[in-house]
């Protein structure tokens, strides 16, 4: 039998991620000249962190990802790869989540899934022809911006739960 709190609580969900979904566009956005190519910046890449904490939050991170390629990116193709990079980043982390109860080594393990999974976008940027230079200073140079990214939030994060507590949020 369905109580009356599970309509409110997946509500609560959708509308969470929906929210996440818009900060990361802002966020991207905010620091668009950087965003996109061999070297990124995005400081919206923070929000992946959000998965170590919730893993019901990874919908609006991944929503995020997929429409802001999609519209102000490389368009389909990009919206693919990077999609698929960050489901499979956010999947792992997902599916460690039970198993990894330190949520400092959750934090380090998805920083390392997210940087490693970078090898997608070299990929795509190389055979497109997105980039000039060969596979892998584009792989190192986007490994890199996504490490220090993901190496800079994760304390932030790390704080930043534990005056929110994105687990009991959604």
Do not use: C
């Not at 969900?13 to 990124?40: D, E, H, K």
Request: charged letters at 10%.
């Amino acid at each position: 039998m369905q109580t009356s709190a599970t309509p409110n609580k997946n509500l609560r969900a959708l509308t969470l991620n929906a929210i996440i979904m818009a900060l990361y566009l802002a966020l991207t956005l905010f620091v668009a000249p950087v965003a996109s190519g061999p070297i990124q910046f995005r400081i919206s890449e923070s929000l992946n962190h959000l998965v170590v904490f919730n893993r019901k939050l990874m919908w609006g991170v991944l929503g995020g990802v997929i429409f802001y390629n999609l519209v102000f990116g490389y368009g389909v193709i990009d919206a693919l790869y990077g999609g698929t990079q960050t489901f499979v980043s956010l999947g792992l982390t997902a599916l460690i989540y039970n198993k990894v109860k330190n949520e400092k080594l959750r934090l380090a393990l998805n920083t390392l899934f997210f940087t490693v999974s970078m090898v997608f976008i070299a990929i795509m940027l190389v055979s497109t022809g997105g980039t000039t230079e060969g596979f892998l200073p584009t792989y190192f140079f986007l490994a890199f911006s996504e490490f220090i990214i993901m190496a800079l939030s994760a304390p932030l994060m790390y704080f930043l739960n534990k005056a929110v507590d994105f687990k009991a949020r959604a």
